[in-house]
């Protein structure tokens, strides 16, 4: 694998690294400062309306300036956010430190990205390796996000989160000095001016409609679930040190089967590695169901981040099949735009959906969702075979 690509998988850890850092102390500190408990959440909603407001733009601007001013300037905005988080802490204003998680979201909207700029610096035939070697960089987050959010707490004595935001300040700046490192092509020609379909022609493809279907539920339930854990946990007593723990291995399980899900999907194929992403979270919820052991925590989100991994690269995969250069631009950020949207939904409502229904109903909720997304990629499959056999 080429260096620019280890380079964007190093890039990709140190956004995750942040992320999961937000994960693990955002929604503990809406609780502290929210007005209500409906409102405990609106952070992390807010984190991810700014990731879905970055979608559509962040596609268009990189055609337009470039991969990699593109990212620059995702980082920058993102650089921007962590500032004003700090600065809202330190006031203990909760307006502001939505408008802070806010940037952090455009930032961040415009880093997930990294994997569509992976496939773009990789020869042809590394394309499924190149993917999940940049996801593969989750693996680094996993230790160093969790171990960040409990030893940053140390930081700053009298505001015990401010300092996870000082450590997020240093991860981006990190973040600009490997983007200088990196070569990737300008915009072609054929991107520019060459033929493209209607975007609704595009997206009412069947292996489209299957790709976004399998990222957005995949993503959404994983998001709500994920978000939720640290509330539940802490209402059933666990420490903070427990519940990153927890978070800890489910990020493992979301990234460390990246350094072979694409050879699973090269053996396989892309639904059926879908499908089985999607039996994992039903395993997930099955276990949050039974019971409320740290155990079940563990076991649960160890789960849930390998049935992500299983739904999320293959769709992706999906995805660049689906497009020709001159609409990669606006088919990515059709993509992007509809899985937050709805990722960004389910952050909103995680934590009302916690302490209104409680995490056993929470859960129950989830089980149709998932269920749904499996008759929604296995009919679309079959309708995109039907539609070859009809040209054939």
């Known amino acids: 694998m080429n260096m620019n690509v280890v380079l964007l998988s190093l890039c990709q850890a140190l956004l995750t690294t942040g992320n999961i850092l937000l994960v693990s102390v955002t929604a503990l500190i809406g609780r502290d400062m929210a007005p209500s408990a409906a409102l405990i959440t609106l952070p992390v909603a807010m984190q991810f309306v700014g990731l879905m407001a970055a979608t559509i733009p962040a596609s268009l601007v990189m055609k337009q300036i470039g991969r990699k001013n593109g990212f620059y300037l995702g980082t920058t905005i993102g650089i921007a956010g962590a500032f004003t988080c700090i600065f809202a802490l330190n006031g203990n204003q909760f307006d502001?430190?939505?408008?802070?998680?806010?940037?952090?979201?455009?930032?961040?909207?415009?880093?997930t990205l990294y994997r569509f700029a992976a496939v773009e610096v990789c020869a042809p035939d590394?394309?499924?390796?190149?993917?999940?070697?940049?996801?593969?960089?989750?693996?680094?987050?996993?230790?160093?996000?969790?171990?960040?959010?409990?030893?940053?707490?140390?930081?700053?004595?009298?505001?015990?989160?401010?300092?996870?935001?000082?450590?997020?300040?240093?991860?981006?700046?990190?973040?600009?000095?490997?983007?200088?490192?990196?070569?990737?092509?300008?915009?072609?020609?054929?991107?520019?001016?060459?033929?493209?379909?209607?975007?609704?022609?595009?997206?009412?493809?069947?292996?489209?409609?299957?790709?976004?279907?399998?990222?957005?539920?995949?993503?959404?339930?994983?998001?709500?679930?994920?978000?939720?854990?640290?509330?539940?946990?802490?209402?059933?007593?666990?420490?903070?040190?427990?519940?990153?723990?927890?978070?800890?291995?489910?990020v493992l399980g979301m990234f460390l089967p990246s350094f072979f899900t694409g050879s699973l999907v090269n053996r396989f194929g892309i639904k059926p590695m879908i499908y089985s992403g999607a039996a994992l979270i039903v395993g997930c919820i099955a276990i949050?169901?039974?019971?409320?052991?740290?155990?079940?925590?563990?076991?649960?989100?160890?789960?849930?981040?390998?049935?992500?991994?299983?739904?999320?690269?293959?769709?992706?995969?999906?995805?660049?099949g689906t497009y020709k250069p001159a609409e990669k631009a606006k088919s990515q950020a059709a993509n992007e735009f509809l899985v937050f949207g709805v990722v960004t939904l389910s952050a909103l409502t995680s934590g009302w959906l916690e302490d209104a229904l409680g995490w056993f109903t929470m859960n129950w909720m989830m089980l149709p969702v998932v269920l749904w997304a499996v008759a929604v990629v296995y009919l679309m499959d079959k309708k995109a075979k039907a539609a070859v056999s009809a040209v054939s």
């Open 96 to 111: 502001l430190f939505c408008l802070g998680t806010f940037l952090l979201g455009i930032g961040i909207g415009f880093g």
């Open 126 to 250: 590394q394309k499924n390796r190149a993917i999940s070697m940049v996801m593969a960089g989750g693996v680094l987050a996993a230790v160093a996000g969790p171990a960040l959010a409990v030893s940053s707490q140390e930081w700053v004595e009298d505001i015990p989160f401010q300092g996870a935001f000082i450590g997020l300040l240093g991860l981006y700046i990190i973040a600009l000095l490997l983007l200088s490192l990196i070569r990737i092509p300008p915009v072609s020609a054929d991107e520019h001016h060459g033929e493209a379909r209607p975007i609704t022609e595009i997206i009412s493809q069947p292996n489209f409609i299957g790709a976004v279907v399998a990222a957005m539920v995949g993503y959404a339930v994983m998001n709500l679930l994920m978000t939720a854990t640290p509330l539940a946990m802490q209402r059933c007593g666990y420490s903070f040190g427990s519940v990153a723990n927890v978070i800890e291995w489910h």
């Open 288 to 320: 949050n169901m039974t019971g409320t052991s740290e155990w079940h925590f563990f076991a649960a989100l160890l789960l849930l981040g390998v049935g992500w991994n299983f739904m999320f690269i293959p769709a992706t995969q999906l995805l660049t």
